[in-house]
């Protein structure tokens, strides 16, 4: 069973940074990818950034692009997601999944619980 871990979230000021991580349990090479997406409070959950773990290929929704950049360390089965000049509407729990290179959620197949991530203004 690949169980994922999100870390690295807290409370930042706008336009501050801050670099979420996502850690396996156990070797992803047998996943195609791993997604962040994240859900604000009274909102549904969007889809943030994705990378393919063998092509190094990636996604990035229009609101963060520009501003975040996922990237991935195959050696510890970690995913990095490096967020910039951030906004209050960054505010949300943020998840990370494995599963198919896509945009939507449902291509995911594993998910962490999630990490807050709070932009004062």
């Known amino acids: 069973q690949v169980l994922l871990a999100e870390s690295g979230g807290g409370l930042v000021q706008a336009g501050g940074s801050l670099r979420l991580s996502c850690a396996a349990s156990?070797?992803?090479?047998?996943?195609?990818?791993v997604g962040w997406f994240r859900q604000g409070p009274g909102k549904e959950r969007e889809f943030v950034a994705a990378?393919?773990?063998?092509?190094?290929?990636?996604y990035y929704a229009d609101a963060v692009r520009g501003r975040f950049t996922i990237s991935r360390d195959n050696a510890k089965a970690t995913v990095y997601l490096e967020m910039n000049s951030l906004k209050p509407e960054d505010t949300a729990i943020y998840y990370c999944?494995?599963?198919?290179?896509?945009?939507?959620?449902?291509?995911?197949?594993?998910w962490g619980q999630g990490t807050q991530l709070t932009v004062s203004s």
């Open positions: 156990q070797q992803t090479s047998g996943r195609h990818a």
């Open positions: 999944a494995a599963g198919s290179f896509a945009k939507v959620a449902g291509a995911y197949n594993s």
């Open positions: 990378i393919n773990w063998r092509a190094d290929s990636t």
